[in-house]
């Protein structure tokens, strides 16, 4: 059972970049495909970033060219370097596992809040 804790969250004015981490333990994230959520009050949660275990990415149309998502297995950590931050961007983010792409995500992190403001 893999446990997965976010950090890296906080108050930026637009324009600015922010740095998420995302500390797995109890499983090696080697063995894991890993994404990225986020979710704004009122909102659906969404699928923001993914990134395989052969390093295939995917992102979601608004962020494309202003996020990347990464993962460094020998730290057992994955990353989302969030880049020209606007305020739509607000929303508690979250990571997430699973074994493959058709499989659910079954793992998650407890959020951290990312607050932009204009």
């Known amino acids: 059972q893999v446990q997965l804790v976010e950090s890296g969250g906080g108050l930026v004015q637009a324009g600015r970049s922010l740095r998420l981490s995302c500390a797995a333990s109890?499983?090696?994230?080697?063995?894991?495909?890993m994404g990225w959520f986020r979710q704004a009050p009122g909102n659906q949660r969404e699928l923001v970033a993914r990134?395989?275990?052969?390093?295939?990415?995917n992102y979601e149309e608004s962020v494309k060219g202003r996020f990347t998502v990464s993962r460094d297995n020998a730290k057992n950590t994955m990353y989302l370097q969030m880049n020209s931050l606007k305020p739509e961007d607000t929303a508690v983010y979250y990571c997430a596992t699973r074994y493959g792409s058709t499989w659910s995500w079954a793992y998650w992190g407890q959020g951290t809040q990312v607050t932009v403001s204009s």
């Open positions: 109890g499983s090696r994230i080697s063995f894991y495909e």
């Open positions: 990134v395989t275990t052969g390093g295939t990415t």
